[in-house]
């Protein structure tokens, strides 16, 4: 008896971080149902003030979408395109992010033409962008099964066409899982390299050297997208935007997306 009695006891302790995340996962299930009810309401306030509780916890894109279209509808742009890019960063395939972000950017004061592109790098940097790095991650495992299962095709049948089938559909599928990997690869590389942030400010002007006497190169609005391309400094950072203009501004001004 006494040895069951350990057992049980070994077996509640077990259950404890378990029990503890549902709780947990109860109680954000709670907290969103609260924010949802609020923006239907449309009691944004309150809406925005739980959302962001929410993303104190763990962004998501959903979370994240939610933000964007709380921001919106209190004509907040700044702060709406800077939700709908986070939304859009953890979900690039979701088309109603995608929408909702060219609509908050079309708001926005500044209209940069982007600097022209090779068409062959552009249409690299749209395929590379049109997933996230886990999506990408998922593409290539079920390339990788294809190839295995193709491969077994050539190897184990007799029919002549199913092992054509199996040997040129597991080239094509081994083909697939490299350029998945490479697109994973390109695109985590491209995200722990590059920064970018929102102008917060309703204009800011940018320098040419990270102080307040630099002379004045151009300015930007507010919901403009700024590239960080030098962020060492305490209270400066350099910044690009689509055009190729590049210039100083106060950290301060912009929030990262």
């Known amino acids: 008896m006494k040895h069951l009695y350990k057992i049980f006891i070994l077996l509640c302790f077990a259950c404890m971080p378990s029990m503890a995340m549902d709780m947990s996962k109860d109680s954000v299930d709670l907290l969103k149902m609260q924010a949802d009810s609020a923006y239907a309401n449309e009691d944004f306030e309150n809406a ?8 104190e916890q763990g962004e998501s894109a959903v ?10 509808r209190q004509d907040n742009i700044a702060k709406a395109v800077l939700w709908f890019e986070r939304a859009a960063q953890l979900d690039p395939s979701d088309d109603d992010i995608r929408f909702n972000l060219a609509m908050a950017r079309g708001k926005t004061i500044d209209r940069i033409i982007p600097r022209h592109e090779m068409f062959f790098v552009s249409a690299w940097k749209t395929l590379m962008h049109s997933q996230s790095v886990t999506e990408w991650a998922y593409w290539a495992i079920g390339a990788f099964v294809m190839f295995l299962l193709l491969v077994a095709l050539y190897i184990y049948c007799s029919a002549v066409y199913l092992r054509k089938v199996g040997f040129f559909g ?28 929102i102008i917060m400010e309703p204009a800011v002007t940018v320098r040419s050297t990270p102080t307040k006497s630099g002379t004045d190169l151009f300015v930007v609005h507010e919901g403009t997208r700024v590239e960080i391309k030098d962020n060492s400094m305490r209270d400066w950072a350099e910044i690009q935007i689509a055009d190729g203009k590049v210039g100083w501004i106060e950290k301060s001004t912009y929030e990262a997306i």
């Open 48 to 55: 925005e003030r739980i959302y962001l509780q929410l993303a």
């Open 63 to 72: 979370i994240c979408y939610n933000l964007g279209c709380t921001y919106y």
């Open 170 to 197: 597991a080239i094509i599928a081994v083909l697939m899982c490299v350029l998945f990997n490479i697109l994973a690869s390109s695109l985590r590389n491209y995200n722990n390299t590059h920064t970018a942030g």
